[in-house]
């Protein structure tokens, strides 16, 4: 039987002017990257309080003295230093939405302008405390300057600086390379307690052929052990880890080769003072007929354990991994 053919009826192309295009109520944002060092590092509470500059003591250990009889006790007196926090980061993300757009579009539109104000303003925080480690223990860009020794290390030994020279030699962490770091924040007299790692995923996936990494001890999925909710991974030597798309990227100088900066510290080592917590403010421009919606944030954040190479209880290390 041969087959109808018609060659006059109305298809989709020609009533094309005809078919809306209808669009989903939930608007869909591209994936947002794991944000997890505001919540790792100390805190500070500046909502609402003047001044640009939070200072914070930092005392110098004194020694026990020898008590010997018939003699007066020994005095300590010290020059006390202190770490001044710099306020002086305020962020702002704004769109100008004209009335046309706000009479036909979806509610969702508005719903994903605020919600994508909101992690910028978060990524923004986020990207700030991991820059802080290009300098940790007086480093430059995270390379110990002359007779420096205290710059990043590679993942593979924990103790070989980091060199960006041709192809760069970072590694990615061994047991043994996470284990050496560790006892340098021992050696220093850094609190045990609240250590963090924070890895790019690079770095879980080959954490996870290690067979230490794998351990039941190390992984689960039951409460904040739910990597998929919170970036948490597992803990080791009582290292909580934790992953991060925020990482930083560094390039040898051969422009070509990349690498990232894994971040080892104990809370009290990095400070974040919020004076102004993200809000969204919005007023209509009646000379652009719309509603401009803007978010802003204002806060400071410094390495107050880890910031001189001397400095006792330094708290935090880079460590450099093949990207």
């Excluded at 939070?54 to 010997?68: E, F, L, M, Q, Y």
């Excluded at 980061?89 to 979806?106: F, G, T």
């Excluded at 560790?182 to 307690?193: K, Y």
Aim: glycine residues 8%.
């Amino acid at each position: 039987m041969t087959a109808l053919a018609f060659t006059n009826t109305v298809d989709v192309t020609d009533a094309a002017t005809f078919i809306p295009q209808v669009w989903s109520l939930e608007t869909l944002a591209a994936y947002k990257a794991n944000l997890v060092m505001a919540a790792l590092v100390t805190q500070l509470n500046h909502k609402g309080k003047k001044g640009s500059v939070i200072n914070i003591p930092v005392p110098t250990r004194g020694d026990a003295s020898s008590k010997s009889a018939n003699t007066a006790v020994t005095l300590i007196t010290n020059a006390e230093s202190e770490v001044e926090v710099t306020i002086n980061q305020h962020w702002e993300y704004s769109r100008l939405i004209e009335d046309i757009v706000e009479v036909q579009a979806l509610p969702s539109l508005r719903r994903f302008y605020t919600d994508d104000a909101g992690y910028a303003l978060a990524k923004r925080v986020d990207t700030t405390l991991h820059a802080l480690a290009a300098t940790w223990g007086g480093a430059t860009a995270y390379e110990g300057t002359a007779g420096n020794t205290t710059g990043a290390v590679i993942g593979s030994d924990g103790s070989t600086l980091w060199s960006d020279a041709n192809t760069g030699n970072g590694a990615s962490i061994s047991d043994a390379g996470l284990r050496r770091v560790v006892q340098e924040l021992d050696d220093t007299d850094t609190p045990s307690r609240n250590r963090y790692l924070v890895i790019p995923p690079v770095e879980k996936r080959k954490l996870l052929g290690e067979a230490r990494f794998t351990e039941q001890a190390f992984v689960g999925e039951m409460g904040k052990s739910n990597s998929i909710r919170n970036g948490y991974v597992g803990d080791l030597y009582g290292v909580e880890i934790y992953v991060s798309t925020n990482c930083a990227t560094l390039t040898a100088s051969n422009d070509l080769t990349t690498y990232r900066a894994a971040l080892l510290f104990q809370k009290e080592a990095l400070v974040l003072a919020e004076q102004l917590a993200p809000r969204v403010q919005q007023q209509y421009k009646l000379e652009a007929l719309g509603t401009l919606i803007t978010a802003d944030t204002i806060f400071g954040a410094k390495t107050v354990r880890g910031h001189t190479e001397a400095q006792d209880g330094r708290g935090c290390k880079a460590i450099i991994v093949p990207a």
